[in-house]
């Protein structure tokens, strides 16, 4: 079991961050705040696979009433992501917005960052103090490295402590692996302020996942990290899914579905489409049984294999599965036993029956 780091708890609406509450998956709208409707449906669609905090940029002081209208339409707390001009931030507050990230020594002014004290007092909305390495001063700091990462934060970070307000939450991200995490080793190490994780601008597809995965799965296995976030370009549900599946594999969330399936090779049945037939597998499987097995607090395995040479016996763990045979037939297989041989095209309607009666008896 890794040790998690202690940090202090903040809260963002409902959502807790820190302190031992389970580390949450952020993303980002990927629209003009002006597209409200837009932005209230793609909102939505991260929450249902899984965000927990979706964060806004805010471009004028203007732009704020916008969140009127689209907080009481979602129901996941929101961040509005806020630079240079402190009355964005301040209006965000006063509109009800959840947290507010902003840079307290480029927000405008002392008098400036007072004022989003306060009305983040006020709401008890917390503040995030976000580092990349593009941001970093480099009058102040020529070299950007681990150290002047953590030092830029950390001036940020007295501003606010300056001014009597703790509910900070901290990110210092490059497109760095090793920058990364070696900031927040640091950082972690000399405050307890919860941190956000993540890499920026970590380029897009597969690419940005085993990237992303690196950095935050080995900071997290290192018990560092209270919230992620995986930045992907592309669909923000991407990086969602992306930053559930790094929580899964190392342990933090439990996998309630898992779908095994074998790389295929010369001994796949060149009628049978092992990828595609997993891909509905997983699709049918989560539709259909995943609140079933979470109420039931029982993980299902399922396998998708492509012969019944290692198929069976690969996925002996597997509650259920199917392995290619010859000829477009494939054999359907529960705890690793043979239960019969199906056709391809009906493989999948007779594993969600198998799998049926298995969640029954359980
Ligand atoms: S399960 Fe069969 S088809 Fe799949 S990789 Fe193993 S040997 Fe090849």
Redesign the pocket.
């Known amino acids: 079991m890794r040790q998690k780091k202690q940090t202090r708890q903040v809260r963002a609406g409902d959502l807790a961050i820190g302190g031992g509450a389970a580390v949450s998956i952020q993303s980002m709208t990927s629209l003009p705040i002006e597209q409200v409707d837009d932005t209230i449906a793609q909102i939505i669609r991260l929450k249902d696979h899984g965000a927990e905090l979706v964060r806004l940029a805010l471009r004028s002081v203007e732009s704020a009433e916008y969140l009127k209208k689209i907080i009481p339409a979602v129901r996941v707390p929101l961040c509005a992501d806020v630079h240079f001009d402190y009355r964005i931030a301040v209006a965000a507050i006063q509109a009800g917005v959840h947290k507010v990230r902003i840079n307290p020594g480029t927000i405008g002014s002392r008098q400036g960052v007072r004022e989003v004290v306060r009305a983040a007092k006020d709401r008890g909305v917390p503040i995030r103090v976000g580092v990349n390495s593009g941001s970093v001063d480099r009058r102040k700091f020529p070299h950007v490295t681990p150290e002047s990462m953590v030092a830029s934060a950390m001036e940020h970070v007295e501003i606010l402590e300056e001014n009597d307000f703790n509910d900070i939450v901290v990110s210092i991200k490059s497109s760095d692996i090793m920058h990364t995490i070696a900031a927040n080793e640091i950082f972690s190490g000399q405050r307890d302020y919860p941190v956000h994780i993540g890499l920026t601008e970590a380029g897009y597809g597969l690419t940005c996942a085993v990237q992303s995965a690196v950095a935050i799965g080995h900071l997290l296995l290192e018990g560092i990290g209270d919230t992620i976030r995986v930045s992907m370009t592309g669909d923000p549900v991407d990086e969602v899914i992306v930053a559930r599946k790094i929580l899964e594999s190392v342990g933090e969330r439990k996998a309630w579905i898992r779908i095994i399936s ?7 049945d060149t009628s049978l489409d ?1 990828l595609s037939l997993a891909k509905e597998v997983d699709a049918e499987v989560t539709a259909r049984f995943e609140s079933v097995v979470k109420e039931k607090g029982r993980a299902l395995t399922v396998a998708v ?7 069976p016996g ?1 996925a002996r763990e597997a509650d259920a599965g199917l ?2 045979i010859r000829d477009g037939k494939m054999l359907l297989f529960a705890k690793g036993e043979k239960v019969r041989v199906v056709d391809y095209h009906d493989a999948v309607p007779a594993l969600i029956e198998e799998i049926g009666m298995i969640l029954e008896k359980k």
Not at 262 to 268: A, H, L, S
Not at 305 to 311: A, H, P, Q, S, T
């Open positions: 074998c790389p295929t090779c010369g001994r796949t092992i294999m492509g012969c019944e040479v290692n198929g690969e392995a290619g």
